[in-house]
Structure formats: structure tokens, C-alpha cells
């Protein structure tokens, strides 16, 4: 068949320059001399994101990880081959600084906002890259709060480094076969060296990032209470000084619905020499250093391919002609793709500000109010987007109709792929109770208050004062629930998940209002009606 009709395809252009989000955050909260030192490189990864490293995560996703168990003469060697495609993204993630940023400290304050845009640009072109990347930093961030001596210096030196032949990713070992979220269920047992270190014994249920240089697990000393109580955190290098493989048994890859070019495995361990990190017994408040820090990833990596989907879904509706026009000339197609991109603006707000109060407490410039914030901003942010993401993608692939269910656009494997994020790093139900027991046990709830309260004050146009007075109402309607549900604790859990998410949509809602304050524009008013309701 030859001639005739030929649907356009969605075109990608540079990720940075085309993002009037991140580029309208960054202008409005960085300050300019920071941006003016960073806005090149930012515009360098955008072009990648749309070119070469599109081309690595193809590569990565068209052969992913395989294992091989034994080799050709029957010895054991569990050895995982991955694909030159996801070495080269390792290689690239390095030499651009993508955790190194956040520890070189050169923004001050704002330089895990900086950090944190890198690694919003490349997520979606990463095929999931981001996965190790994001256990990387937080072991870096676990090992710059809690770690010591010449083991501190050794990991850190690694993690942060920008060439690829020194940088080490981390692996995140916490999941068994007996419980997933309830870590205190943890089976995995530390058995005491004359050295200091210790001999491992159990098994990981997941573990991404599997050819790790290192990874972070939990385990119980021989002899410590059962629970949280009696968990310890370790560190351990994967392979020996030989390069085989540290008492580790890899028992099968997981053949997951998305993120397929990541290999996840179960791993039995056997006397795996690991080194304890932090107080015996105080493994689990030590490893939600780690957690913040991938946890925050998580919400970046949801406003990430929110955005990627979109910039698809837009792209294709300002050139496919249906009906005699294009199809962002319909009104209801147009109203649709308005409402996906007021979803964006508010989601990314929210994560791009919890970025500058993590950057804020890395550079020692947070007060008490901005670490409970930071708190009980966290599991918000990651259960509000991550639920998000999941939304908007859907409705851009439908956007694209049939052509958007095929498998050689990419959107079906970023639908598949975004799922995994509504899991990873605490569910969307666990985390909802987190921040119901920050709320009332760490007066984290009369912090965010006074944040909220403080920025509607401060909104005086006249011209918002319509969607100033309902955040107003909800906020009350908010307070009340929660002095309800103090007095009745199973109440209370019922609820907890729509608390938490109408609290992140009031929390982005008085972000948005704040800008649209400072930085008057045309498109106020469809965010004020889909974030307040007025307008």
C-alpha cells in the first residue's frame, strides 16, 4: 500500500525550554543569580532528554537485564548482563551530576532544587535509571547525616562522584518475603564478628537495582527484641575484593509489569559480610534519612512523566486534523488537555517546593517549623502525585486514541511503568496513616497550619480573593475532620487517605496562589477553577 493519509506522530522538543512549569517555578523562587548559573546546563539535559538519551533507554528497554546462574562449567556465578543502552545511562547520570549536584552544594541552599530539576528532565528518557539513582542520593544523605569514620568518607567519595568509572549506586534491600511495608516482620539475621562486622542470613523479597555496587538493608542482631526495636541498618558492598558476589545468592529476576529495563531480584544471603551504620537497634528512625530523600525522588518522578505524557498528548492535538481541524481546536478535547495541564502546574509546585525545603535543611538553614514541614510534606507530596501520575497518563494515552494503545510510541510502557509508583517507597495507604501520626504525635500538623495560614494572609489581590476564601473553608473543614478523628482512632484510620490528599491539594492550591500573586499571567484563571473552584 503506498500514498494516502499518514497520521503525524507526537514530537518531543527541548524538555527544559518547552516546560513553562518548571521554567515559571524556578524563575519565580530561585533567585536569579542561582539560575543564571544553572539555566545552561538545565537547557543541555532538556536537548538529551529529547535525543541521545532517549536512544540509550530504547536500547535498554529492547534488551533487558538477564540472568545467568551458572557458567559454562557449572560453577555458580549469578551473574545479571544488562544492556549496553543502561550502562551508558549510568555513565551519562554520573558525568551530569545527577546526585552529585545535591552534595557539591554550589547553589547553597538551592542546590537540591537544582538537582532535583536534572533529574526531573531525565526520568522520563531514563527507563527508569532514576530507580537506582534515587537510592543512590539517599544513601548518600543517610551516610552524610548518620555515617562515620573512614567508611563515611569511602561511600560518600563514591556516590557523589561525577566520573563513572568511581561512582557506585546504591541498592535498597527491606522487603521480605513475610512483610513488605511492615518491616518490623524483618527475618533477616546479623550474626557478630570478632571485626565489628557482621554475617547476614535470610531473604530479600525486591531488590531493584540489583548490580549495585552496595546496597542498605536492615537485619537483626542475634539476640536483639523482635519489632522495630530490635532491627540495626547495614552497609554492604555486593561483591568481594575478588569480584564475586558477597555471600549473595540471586534467585530469579522478577518479571514485573513495567520498569522492565530494571533488573529487580530476590537474593538470598548467605554470611554476606556487612558493616553496621548508626546505634545497634536504631535501624528503622535511621533509614527514614534514606526514605525522605527517595521518597521525594518518587513525587519528582511522577511529576516527570505527568509532564512527558502531556508534552505527547499536547504535541499531537496542535497537528492532528479530525473532524476538519485539529484536534486541541475541539472544545472538549482542549478542556480536557487544560485540566491535565492545571493538574501539572499544581502537582509540580508542590514538588518542586518540597525540593527547596529538603535543599534547606541539607545546607543547615532550617528552622524547627521547616523540618516538620518537611515531614509531613514529604509523604504527602508521594502519595498525592504518585497517584496523580498514573491519572494523566492514562488520559494522554486515550488522548492519542488507538494509536496511543500501540506499543512503538512509548506511552503504553510509561502508563505500565508509572504504576510502580503508588508502591514503591510506602504505599498510598500506608502513607496516609504516616502522615495522620505525624499530624498527631510530632505537631507536624500545627506547622503546616501556620505555613498555609500564613501564605493565604499574605494573599491580598483582590482579583484571588474568591479562591483565597474557599482554601480558607476547606482548611477549617480539614481541622475538624482531623479533631474528629482524634476521638476516634479506627475513624480516623478510614479516613486518613482522603485527608492526606485533600490536604496536598490545598497545600499545592495556596502554592499556585501565591505565584499567581507574585507573578500575575492569562492562565489564572482555569487554575484557580481546578484548584479552588473559583475563577
Known sequence: MSGGFIQPGPRLGNQYRDDAVLRAFLAWRMPAEVLAGVEAHLEHLGERARGDFLAMAAEAEAHPPVLRPYDAWGRRIDEIAVSAGWRALERAA?????????????????????????????????AYFSCPLAMTDGAARLFEVHGSGPLREEVLRHLTSRDPDEFWTSGQWMTEKIGGSDVSATQTVARPRPDGACELYGDKWFSSATTAQMAMTLARIEGDPPGNRGLSLFFVKTRRPDGGLNGITIHRLKDKLGTRALPTAELGLSGTEARPVGERGRGVPLIATLFNVTRLWNAVCAVAAMRRAYALARDYADRRQAFGRRLIDHPLHARTLEDLDCEIWGSTFLTLHLLGLQGLDEAGEADAGCRLLLRILTPIAKLYTAKQALGVVSECLESLGGAGYVEDNGLGRLLRDTQVLSIWEGTTN??????????????????LEQDVSARLAAVRDPGLGAARARLLERWSTCRATLSGLDAEPDAGQQRARSLAFELARIYAASLLLEYLQAVPQPRAAPLLRFWTGAG
Open 430 to 447: 500506608v502513607l496516609s496513616l504516616d502522615v495522620l501520626r505525624a499530624m498527631r504525635r510530632e505537631g507536624a500538623g500545627e506547622a
Open 94 to 126: 554520573a558525568q551530569e551530576g545527577l546526585v552529585a549536584a545535591a552534595y557539591e552544594r554550589r547553589q547553597g541552599p538551592w542546590s537540591r532544587l537544582y538537582q532535583g530539576s536534572l533529574a526531573y528532565l531525565f526520568h522520563a528518557s531514563s
